[in-house]
C-alpha cells in the first residue's frame, strides 16, 4: 500500500523528517513522528536492514514513506543530502562517525540545511569510553541502575522487554529533543544536533528515585521498597487458573477497600507496618490462589481497591476500558496500538500501513522535488514497482487471515 501524497492530520503536519533506516528506537520515534502528522521518509538500504521482522508487519514503519539509497553508491549521499536539504528533521541510528564517513553527518547536512534539526540515536551516546562499542537494551539498562530495580530478591533482575530502554529512554527523548529543537530552528533559523542516549534516557527516568535514595526513602537493593515488588499491596499475585492481578492499593483508603474485598480486612496489619509485610504478602497471595483472574476481577469491579487483571498482547485490545477508548486499532489486518497522545484540535490516526522498502520513491521523488531518487528508472517504473510491493503485501495479509 503506498503513503497518501500528502500527510495527514496531526499537529507535525507540514514537518519533513528523514529517516535513516536503523532498528529499534529510531524507527519507533520516527514512526512518533509519523502519527502526529509529519510526513516522514525512510530511506531504506538495498537488501534491507534490522532484525528478522517481516516488512509487511513492522507497524514501527507505519504512517511513513520508503524511498531506497545505497549510500555506499557514488550517488548516493548525494541524494540523501537533496532529502536533508528539504527537509525540517533528520533521524539516524548509526555509531557515532558512521555518519561522517558516508557524507551524510551533520556538518555535512547543516551546510546544506543551516535550519535541520540533526537527531542522533545511540545506545552509549556520542561521546564517552563505550561510544563505539555494540550493545542492546538490556546493556544500557544494566549500566543505570534500572535493570537492578526489577526481579525478586534472590533471582536474577527481569528484561522489561525492550520498552524501557530502546522506546521509553530512547524514542521518547529523541521526538522530545528533535521536537525541541525543531521549536528553537523555528525561531532562530539554526539547527542542531540532538545527541540522544539511551543510558541518559533510562537515568533520567530515575529521577525520582534517586531523590528518595538520597532522602533515606529508597533502599538501594532490589524488591524492598514501595515500588519495586517490597510492598505487599503493591505487586502482582498468582489466581486459582495461574493467571495474575496486579495490585496497587497505595493509598490508606485504597488498601482499606483492597482488604475488605479480598476478604481479609479482620487480619489485615495496619499498612504501615512493615515488620508485617511478610505475612501479610503470604496472606494475599494465598488468598488470590483461591479463584480465578476474571473472578477475582469482578470482586474488585468497579471499586476503588486498585486492582487489575494482568492481561496478555492479544487480550488487552478487547478489554472493555481499552476498547471504548479506542486505544488499539486494525489497519491493514494488524491490531495495534493507535496513535497517542490525544488532541482536541488537530486529530491524529492510523493513515498507512507499514511501508515497504522504496515502494514510494516515485511519490517522494515527484512531492519533494529530488529527481536524483530515480537515476535509473523512470517515475512510471518505480510506480510499477510500488503497485507490485502493494499487491504482495495484500496477498500476505490475506493468507494469514486464514491461516
Same mark, same amino acid.
Given at each position: ?10 499537529? !507535525?503536519? $507540514? ?5 535513516? =533506516?536503523?532498528?529499534? #528506537?529510531?524507527?519507533?520515534? +520516527?514512526? %512518533? *513522528? /509519523? &502519527? ?106 544494566? !549500566?543505570? $541502575? ?5 526481579? =525478586?530478591?534472590?533471582? #536474577?533482575?527481569?528484561?522489561? +522487554?525492550? %520498552? *524501557? /530502554? &530502546? ?237
Amino acid at each position: 500500500m503506498s503513503v497518501a501524497k500528502t500527510p495527514g492530520h496531526g499537529p !507535525l503536519a $507540514g514537518v519533513r523528517v528523514v529517516e535513516l =533506516a536503523g532498528i529499534g #528506537p529510531g524507527p519507533f520515534a +520516527a514512526m %512518533l *513522528l /509519523g &502519527d502526529l502528522g509529519a510526513d516522514v521518509v525512510r530511506v531504506d538500504r538495498p537488501g534491507g536492514a534490522g532484525l528478522a521482522v517481516n516488512p509487511l508487519y513492522d507497524v514501527t514503519n507505519r504512517n511513513k514513506r520508503s524511498v531506497i539509497v545505497d549510500l555506499k553508491s557514488p550517488g548516493g549521499p548525494d541524494t540523501v543530502l537533496d532529502l536533508a536539504e528539504r527537509a525540517d528533521i533528520l533521524i539516524e541510528g548509526y555509531r557515532p562517525g558512521v555518519a561522517e564517513r558516508l557524507g551524510v553527518g551533520p556538518e555535512t547536512c547543516h551546510t546544506r540545511n543551516p535550519r535541520l534539526v540533526y537527531g542522533r540515536m545511540t545506545g552509549w551516546g556520542q561521546q564517552g569510553p563505550l561510544a563505539q562499542r555494540a550493545g542492546h537494551d538490556i546493556a544500557y539498562l544494566a !549500566l543505570t $541502575g534500572t535493570l537492578g530495580m526489577t526481579g =525478586a530478591p534472590g533471582t #536474577p533482575p527481569v528484561a522489561p +522487554a525492550n %520498552l *524501557l /530502554g &530502546d522506546y521509553a529512554g530512547g524514542s521518547l527523548y529523541l521526538v522530545v529533543g528533535v521536537l525541541a529543537a525543531l521549536h528553537h530552528a523555528r525561531a532562530t533559523g539554526a539547527g542542531q544536533v540532538v545527541d540522544a542516549a539511551i543510558v541518559d534516557g533510562a537515568s533520567h527516568l530515575s529521577a525520582m528515585l534517586h531523590g528518595m535514595l538520597a532522602a533515606g526513602g529508597w533502599q538501594d537493593r532490589r524488591a524492598a521498597n514501595l515500588l519495586d515488588g517490597g510492598c505487599p499491596f503493591y505487586g502482582t499475585y498468582e489466581t486459582a487458573d495461574g493467571q495474575y492481578v496486579a495490585v496497587g492499593a497505595l493509598e490508606q483508603q485504597f488498601y482499606e477497600e483492597f482488604v475488605e474485598l479480598l476478604g481479609i480486612g479482620d487480619r489485615a496489619p495496619a499498612r504501615k507496618d512493615t515488620a508485617a509485610w511478610g505475612d501479610l504478602r503470604e496472606t494475599i497471595a494465598a488468598r488470590f490462589k483461591t479463584r480465578t483472574r476474571d473472578e477475582w476481577t469482578a470482586v474488585f469491579e468497579g471499586s476503588d481497591a486498585c486492582v487489575a487483571p494482568v492481561l496478555s498482547l492479544r487480550e488487552a485490545p478487547h478489554h472493555a476500558h481499552l476498547a471504548a477508548r479506542g486505544t488499539f486499532t486494525d489497519f491493514g489486518g494488524i491490531t495495534q496500538p493507535a496513535p497517542a497522545p490525544r488532541f482536541s484540535a488537530t486529530h491524529t490516526s492510523v493513515r498507512t500501513g507499514p511501508a515497504q522498502p522504496g515502494a514510494d520513491t516515485a511519490d517522494v521523488a515527484h512531492d519533494w522535488g529530488i529527481a536524483g531518487l530515480l537515476p535509473d528508472a523512470s517515475a512510471e517504473t518505480a510506480a510499477d514497482t510500488a503497485v507490485a510491493t502493494a499487491d504482495a503485501s495484500a496477498e500476505a495479509v490475506a493468507a494469514k487471515d486464514t491461516d
